[in-house]
């Protein structure tokens, strides 16, 4: 990245009044997921162990190493806006359970989780992760996250939309009432001045469904950003690519069907487009703890740069930082100001 650009973040970051940017209020629905994390050594040796087991009519596999943590795209922008200093508020269903495990992980750390509604129920993902491959298999349980519509938002919610800045709908993949969820939300929030952003989450679990996205809430004039990965523009797109070339064109061709400006980020670059694109190099990982949660990272970095009125290189390289730092975390916690002015401090006199 050009020293001029990381100068001047730094400057505006260094000059970010705490108190005021709290001031901003972004709302997240609908999705919270526990994660639950199993990690083994290899997969063969894995299948081998369960087989025996299986064959045996039951028993115990020890010393698997295992956590949880937050999950669901919603729950985690919304965690990575609170510690950049952003008031954030989760709106979703879940259990009783589910919602005291919000407290401890989202609760504690200034999320606003008074809009959640308890009876529901609670939405799990368990990951086998393998060393060997830094690879992982997810198994999930969309509990009610996999319903959740517009109908579901009650007159606080609906109020607190219209005060709010910005409003960001996830998992519309998991969602079987993703597309009117999003139409119906964008269209009340744009009736109230509030930004709309938008991050499908991966459409091959829905893949006859994007046709109807693109023509019910893609190309309506209510949405105003489009957050994408690689994957994502190609199932939009319905064009497979091989180089970053081919992606830009792609993801050009599908601005010219939308409205809304499209924020791509990728392994190698980030890029947003309105009419000609913005490139901004991803930043290099010295050491990959995690990929995922990184998409939910980078959103939130995106979305703090665009409320606070960064050009379109500074917003583009403030998400990747925020992105970048939370791979480089030994544990899954998201950078705060503190940590990023450190590192642009750092990276300046390289």
């Not at 009783?96 to 919000?102: C, I, Q, T």
């Not at 999320?111 to 509604?117: E, F, L, M, N, T």
């Not at 939370?326 to 642009?344: E, Q």
């Amino acid at each position: 990245m050009e020293k001029q650009t990381i100068d001047k973040l730094l400057k505006k970051l260094k000059n970010i009044n705490q108190d005021e940017i709290r001031n901003f209020n972004v709302v997240l629905l609908p999705d919270f997921f526990v994660d639950h994390f199993l990690t083994f050594k290899n997969l063969d040796e894995t299948i081998v162990k369960i087989k025996k087991v299986y064959e045996q009519g039951g028993g115990n596999i020890p010393n698997v190493l295992q956590k949880i943590n937050q999950g669901g795209n919603s729950a985690n922008t919304a965690l990575a806006l609170a510690k950049l200093g952003i008031s954030s508020h989760l709106i979703c269903r879940t259990d009783e359970l589910g919602f005291n495990l919000l407290k401890f992980f989202l609760g504690k750390k200034d999320v606003d989780i008074s809009h959640v509604k308890k009876d529901g129920k609670l939405a799990i993902t368990t990951a086998f992760e393998f060393e060997n491959k830094n690879a992982n298999i997810m198994i999930g349980d969309t509990g009610s996250v996999s319903n959740f519509s517009f109908e579901d938002l009650d007159k606080n919610d609906l109020d607190l939309i219209a005060r709010s800045d910005l409003l960001c709908v996830t998992t519309w993949n998991l969602n079987k009432e993703g597309s009117m969820l999003a139409k119906k939300a964008f269209n009340f929030a744009k009736k109230n001045n509030t930004i709309t952003y938008f991050d499908i989450g991966d459409p091959s679990t829905k893949p006859n469904e994007i046709n109807s996205l693109l023509e019910n809430v893609l190309k309506d004039n209510n949405l105003d950003i489009l957050g994408l990965n690689e994957n994502e523009i190609q199932y939009l797109s319905g064009q497979k690519v091989s180089t970053n070339d081919e992606l830009i064109k792609v993801a050009r061709q599908l601005k010219e069907k939308i409205n809304g400006r499209i924020d791509l980020h990728t392994q190698d670059f980030t890029c947003s487009i309105k009419t000609n694109p913005i490139i901004v190099p991803s930043i290099e990982i010295s050491e990959k703890y995690r990929s995922t949660g990184a998409g939910d990272a980078w959103n939130a970095g995106n979305i703090f740069g665009e409320l606070l009125g960064f050009n379109d290189n500074e917003r583009l390289f403030f998400a990747n930082c925020v992105a970048g730092l939370y791979i480089l975390s030994s544990k899954p916690i998201h950078p705060n100001l503190d940590g990023i002015i450190k590192y642009l401090n750092d990276l300046g006199k390289i």
